[in-house]
């Protein structure tokens, strides 16, 4: 069972920064993708930003040029660093990873809380 962890979530003022960190078990090139996701009380899931496995990086129009996603081969970790943190940010921020052949794996979640 693959197993995603994520970390650093919390508590922090509007315009600040944030970094989350999702460390995933085993191989982090298993799989095609990895991304964030994010939902907020009453609202949907919803995408965040993504790498693939050849390091193209793709975002929400809510957070481009505000987010960035990264991630560390040796270390098995995808970040997504984020600045200039709206109140409207606030949600559990998911990571998953994107299996060819067994499909999507989640983690367990971090909340983010931004306070105006």
């Known amino acids: 069972q693959e197993q995603l962890v994520e970390s650093g979530g919390g508590l922090v003022q509007a315009g600040g920064p944030l970094r989350l960190s999702c460390a995933v078990s085993?191989?982090?090139?298993?799989?095609?993708?990895s991304g964030w996701h994010r939902q907020a009380p009453g609202k949907q899931r919803e995408l965040v930003a993504t790498?693939?496995?050849?390091?193209?990086?793709n975002y929400a129009d809510s957070v481009a040029g505000r987010f960035t996603i990264s991630r560390d081969n040796a270390k098995n970790t995808v970040y997504l660093q984020m600045n200039s943190l709206k109140p409207e940010d606030t949600a559990v921020y998911y990571c998953k990873g994107s299996h060819s052949v067994f499909g999507d794996y989640w983690g367990q979640g971090t909340q983010v809380t931004v306070s105006s």
């Open positions: 790498i693939t496995r050849g390091g193209n990086t």
């Open positions: 085993g191989n982090i090139f298993k799989f095609t993708a």
